[in-house]
């Protein structure tokens, strides 16, 4: 079993970035394929990127591709999610999830653990 807290939400400006990470404990961190998944209000929760136990494969979303960039340190058990120009419609609440050894994907059913969700609020 693995717990994971995120961290590195806020409030920011339209254009501006944001880091967000995810810190891992309890389990083996480099046995899970690692996910960032977000929930805007009124709407389902929809896949943002992924990557892979080994961190040398990468997934996006269209909507996120060229702005944001998932990676991993399997050292420290942590996950980041760099989020550049961000647009209003980026507000959501973002969450970290973890699939046991998975390859890295975007369906919400292959991931076995999830954080408690971390805000973002982009302004325009």
Same mark, same amino acid.
């Given at each position: 079993? @693995? ?5 590195? %939400? ?5 254009? #501006? /970035? ?6 891992? =404990? ?21 896949? @943002? ?5 080994? %961190? ?5 979303? #269209? /909507? ?6 998932? =990676? ?36 919400? /059913? ?15």
């Amino acid at each position: 079993q @693995v717990q994971l807290v995120e961290s590195g %939400g806020g409030l920011v400006q339209a254009g #501006d /970035s944001l880091r967000l990470s995810c810190a891992a =404990s309890g389990s083996t961190f480099v046995n899970y394929a690692m996910g960032w998944f977000r929930q805007a209000p009124g709407k389902e929760q929809e896949f @943002v990127a992924a990557i892979n136990r080994s %961190g040398t494969r990468t997934y996006y979303a #269209d /909507s996120v591709k060229a702005r944001f960039t998932i =990676s991993r340190d399997n050292t420290k058990n942590t996950v980041d999610l760099q989020m550049n120009i961000l647009k209003p419609e980026d507000t959501a609440v973002y969450y970290c999830a973890a699939d046991w050894m998975g390859g890295g994907n975007d369906r919400t /059913s292959e991931y076995d653990y999830w954080g408690q969700g971390t805000q973002v609020t982009v302004s325009s």
